[in-house]
């Protein structure tokens, strides 16, 4: 279970160490401003903490009682971690949209012609096998056949492009077309990973300390 001391002894080996690889200028800052204030929220509750545990006059459960109490107290103040998180998140679904929306955006026209164009190109590929699909809507992507990627995705029934493959395809569309933007989305991602982390290792502390596992909710991203 994570405790105070192995929380800050993470907590100050990421702010001395180097920043890894992907975090980029503004990444970084926001990771060392995460952790700096941490390690100043934890220190303080560390203290208060040692002072419990040092109590002779408690019992155990006097002890587990008043740890319980303070982790309660303390609990709201790192929702802010949340919250950044919340952020994080936000900035890659926006940076998502721009990369990939426009493989799935459906052109402006008559609706019957479009569905019968689709129809058509689906056909093209008559009963072909999975990974045949795959390398159409691979090579479509490459050669920037929005129409033709789009329609064998959008296929009625079991889906025809496995998910890898368009994944994929999306990750190599959207580094060719707009690389400005997928470099900014591999770093929120980055960073986001590792804030993750290190939330994931708050609520651990905060519910070995007292708190109830539903209150450490607020760890996570909304929405």
Do not use: C
Request: cysteine-free; hydrophobic content about 40%.
């Amino acid at each position: 279970m994570q405790n105070s001391a192995s929380l800050l002894t993470r907590i100050r080996h990421d702010r001395t160490e180097p920043l890894k690889p992907g975090f980029d200028a503004d990444g970084g800052e926001r990771f060392q401003t995460a952790l700096a204030r941490l390690e100043q929220q934890v220190s303080v509750v560390q203290i208060e903490e040692s002072a419990i545990l040092k109590d002779r006059l408690l019992t155990d459960e006097g002890q587990r009682k008043k740890l319980t109490a303070l982790a309660g107290g303390i609990v709201g103040n790192f929702d802010w971690l949340g919250q950044i998180l919340s952020q994080a998140d936000t900035a890659a679904s926006r940076l998502s949209h721009v990369l990939f929306n426009p493989i799935m955006a459906v052109p402006k026209g008559d609706a019957v012609v479009q569905y019968l164009r689709d129809q058509e190109i689906r056909h093209s590929l008559g009963a072909a096998s999975v990974s045949e699909w795959n390398a159409a809507y691979l090579l479509a992507l490459e050669r920037g056949d929005l129409e033709t990627a789009r329609a064998l995705v959008t296929a009625p029934g079991p889906a025809r492009v496995s998910p890898d493959i368009q994944r994929r395809g999306q990750e190599a569309y959207g580094r060719r077309t707009n690389p400005a933007a997928w470099e900014q989305l591999q770093a929120v991602e980055h960073l986001t990973e590792h804030l993750s982390s290190l939330a994931g290792q708050v609520a651990q502390w905060l519910v070995g300390l007292g708190a109830s596992p539903e209150s450490v909710q607020m760890l996570k991203p909304k929405g």
